[in-house]
């Protein structure tokens, strides 16, 4: 089945400095690749996602790039701000009967400093 | 937007009784749900797919005895947790796709509030 690491595991930034959390997946048949920011006790939210017939997405601040070659795809947050605190998470899936079922990485604690 | 919605938020159970959560797509059909368990500072895990009008596909490691999924309706999937122990505490989230495919644009995931477990 799918595997999926995540790194870092915590993050700590100065408020307007970016950050970066990267993925690696090992099921070739995945093609989506969710981000999501969770708060304690709270669904899952989603801020961004990409799939796999294009290689960079970009939605304001964040920005989500994907190598399928390396199998491997990063979260990209500019500009950051002491909101950006949470933990997020990458996921996985495969596409058809598939779809939806998420694999997800061990998460990251973002902590943006003011 | 679509809306999935979960219930109950919280419940805590005595350890040996059963509890049964439920998972509601508000306005699209969901043939297919998912169920996640995430124990404190872990990650979502995949319990098992529940498919409306058939068997759930459960994941491995995922006693299917314990965790019972009814999916009756294209609308509600139902998890029962059986006979509760406090090791079964933990958040339970559903979610629902909709459309079928991960490449059109309009298919989409929708998570459930989730509902924590506590078992004393």
């Known amino acids: 089945g799918e595997n999926v690491e995540q790194h870092p595991s915590t993050l700590s930034v100065q408020e307007g400095d970016s950050a970066v959390i990267k993925c690696t997946y090992s099921d070739s048949a995945s093609n989506y690749f969710p981000w999501y920011k969770q708060e304690l006790g709270k669904r899952p939210q989603l801020i961004i996602d990409i799939r796999s017939n294009v290689g960079e997405k970009k939605d304001q601040r964040i920005a989500v790039t994907l190598n399928k070659t390396a199998k491997h795809f990063s979260l990209h947050i500019t500009e950051t701000q002491p909101e950006d605190s949470a933990v997020y998470f990458c996921?996985?899936?495969?596409?058809?009967?598939?779809?939806?079922?998420?694999?997800f990485g061990q998460g990251t604690i973002l902590t943006v400093h003011p | 937007g679509a809306v999935v919605s979960q219930h109950p938020s919280r419940v805590i159970c005595k350890s040996g009784t059963s509890v049964k959560i439920e998972c509601r797509s508000l306005?699209?059909?969901?043939?297919?749900m998912f169920w996640y368990r995430q124990f404190p500072k872990q990650s979502l895990m995949l319990m098992a797919t529940?498919?409306?009008?058939?068997?759930?596909?459960?994941e491995q490691g995922v006693e299917k005895d314990k965790f019972l999924i009814n999916h009756a309706s294209l609308t509600l999937s139902t998890l029962t947790v059986t006979s509760a122990h406090p090791e079964d505490s933990s958040f339970y989230i559903c979610s629902a796709r909709r459309g079928q495919g991960a490449m059109a644009p309009g298919n989409t995931i929708y998570f459930g509030e989730g509902s924590w477990l506590t078992v004393v």
């Open positions: 529940s498919n409306e009008g058939s068997k759930a596909t459960y």
């Open positions: 996921a996985a899936s495969a596409g058809g009967t598939s779809y939806g079922k998420l694999t």
């Open positions: 306005d699209f059909q969901a043939t297919t």
